[in-house]
């Protein structure tokens, strides 16, 4: 069914949302993140899934006038004519930004459970600023792992693990 569900269908769904959507309409160009987008978002807000296309359902959109539609894509690289609804932030960043937000707790617990939460709170802290933590140093670890010279000297692979 997935393949038959195009740019014009996907747009048609964003106009009807409008009309039916207080807040923002937010475009995730990844499927994973916009499970994730949705545990996060504001109760009057949308998170549609675009994986790959939601820079090109924007256009249409705005070409349609439609107006509170933002579109978040993976990858710092910068968008041709880039305007102010398009989030295009390093791999993590809004992910992190979500993680430290209040309404992530309710998508933490509904994947943990509240035992577990409070029972790793006593144990470690705030699960979020933990969370955040662990995201940075991983991402550390994987930009030294995609360093030439590191690659170079270990014989091709990343040589801390």
């Known amino acids: 069914m997935r393949e038959y569900i195009g740019l014009d ?9 409008r009309a039916d959507t207080d807040g923002a309409i937010w475009l995730a160009d990844d499927d994973e993140e916009a499970r994730f987008y ?11 899934p675009a994986p790959s296309l939601s820079l ?7 070409a ?14 910068s968008v041709e004519g880039s305007q102010e609804n398009i989030f295009r932030p390093d791999l993590g ?13 309710r998508a933490i617990l509904d994947i943990c459970g509240v035992p577990w939460l409070m029972a790793c709170e006593k144990e470690v802290g705030p699960v979020q600023a933990r969370a955040v ?8 670890v994987r930009e030294m792992c995609s360093d030439k010279a590191l690659l170079s000297v ?3 692979s990343c040589g801390i693990w």
């Open 9 to 17: 269908i996907l747009a048609n769904w964003v106009s009807m949302l």
């Open 38 to 48: 949705q545990g996060c978002a504001h109760p009057l807000a949308r998170v549609v």
């Open 56 to 62: 090109q359902l924007l256009e249409i959109v705005r």
């Open 64 to 77: 349609r006038g439609i107006e509170g539609v933002v579109a978040a894509v993976r990858g710092a690289a």
């Open 93 to 105: 960043d809004v992910a992190s930004t979500l993680l430290t937000a209040r309404s992530c707790e």
């Open 133 to 140: 933590w662990i995201a940075r140093q991983l991402e550390q």
């Open 154 to 156: 270990a014989g091709g």
